[in-house]
């Protein structure tokens, strides 16, 4: 479990394609800090787990269901991208719970800028527009977000200062994909009303 609380930017060293799936090379100082061999590490929102580790380098592999629901199968050496470990039980939960299972790709269709930060608004697939609510939180390329504005679909978040700094999403540009995580609090909710409506109109 993670928290959207991106702990470096890292760089993407090398891909190594293998059939449908790929072993990808990472270099993050901070996370791999520490690290061992089975530990799990988000890559843009990703939980992948650690087969190899050299110096500040980390090696996963990613298959074929998660180079084709997330943007992982996109990325190349030299890409920058959000690691963050996952969350000890002894840690504050500064953002939500996030599990790094990507549910969908968005595109990020415009920026504009504030006194203090952007209004950065990605498009809102249609599976994902039940869990995504104004105030709500949401996971993009691994970050923990609040949902400020959301229409039929899209949806719009403001990025502080530190955000834009500290994360890839400031260097993110108009036409790019984004990975998604709803709040799976959403999901679970839907699930337990759901069976209790079937059981209620017996």
Same mark, same amino acid.
């Given at each position: 479990?993670?928290?959207?609380?991106?702990?470096?930017?890292?760089?993407?060293?090398? !891909?190594e394609p293998a059939g449908d799936a790929a072993r990808l090379a990472v270099r993050g100082a901070?996370?791999?800090?520490?690290?061992? /061999?089975?530990?799990?590490?988000?890559?843009?929102? #990703?939980? *992948?787990?650690?087969?190899?580790?050299?110096?500040?380098?980390?090696? #996963?592999?990613?298959?074929?269901?998660? *180079?084709?629901?997330?943007?992982?199968?996109?990325?190349?050496?030299?890409?920058?991208?959000?690691?963050?470990?996952? !969350?000890?039980?002894?840690?504050?939960?500064?953002?939500?719970?996030?599990?790094? /299972?990507?549910?969908?790709?968005?595109?990020?269709?415009?920026?504009?800028?504030?006194?203090?930060?952007?209004?950065?608004?990605?498009?809102?697939?249609? $599976?994902?527009?039940?869990?995504v609510v104004e105030k709500g939180s949401i996971a993009v390329d691994g970050v923990s977000l609040?949902? $400020?504005?959301?229409?039929?679909?899209?949806?719009?978040?403001?990025?502080?200062? $530190?955000?834009?700094? *500290?994360?890839?999403?400031?260097?993110?540009?108009?036409?790019?994909?984004?990975?998604?995580?709803?709040?799976?609090?959403?999901?679970?909710?839907?699930?337990? #009303?759901?069976?209790?409506?079937?059981?209620?109109?017996?």
């Open positions: 479990m993670f928290t959207g609380i991106v702990e470096e930017i890292g760089e993407i060293v090398h !891909v901070v996370v791999t800090s520490g690290a061992r /061999h089975g530990d799990s590490i988000a890559v843009d929102g #990703v939980c *992948l787990t650690v087969v190899g580790l050299d110096g500040d380098v980390f090696t #996963v592999d990613a298959v074929a269901e998660t *180079l084709s629901r997330s943007t992982l199968g996109d990325r190349k050496a030299g890409d920058r991208v959000n690691l963050e470990r996952a !969350v000890r039980a002894d840690q504050r939960l500064g953002g939500h719970i996030v599990q790094g /299972h990507v549910d969908a790709t968005a595109v990020l269709l415009g920026r504009e800028p504030q006194d203090r930060g952007e209004r950065v608004r990605f498009s809102l697939p249609p $599976a994902l527009a039940r869990y609040t949902v $400020a504005a959301v229409d039929a679909e899209s949806f719009t978040v403001a990025l502080i200062p $530190a955000t834009l700094e *500290l994360t890839t999403l400031g260097a993110r540009r108009p036409g790019e994909r984004v990975n998604l995580e709803a709040d799976v609090i959403a999901k679970y909710v839907e699930k337990q #009303v759901a069976a209790y409506a079937r059981e209620a109109g017996r």
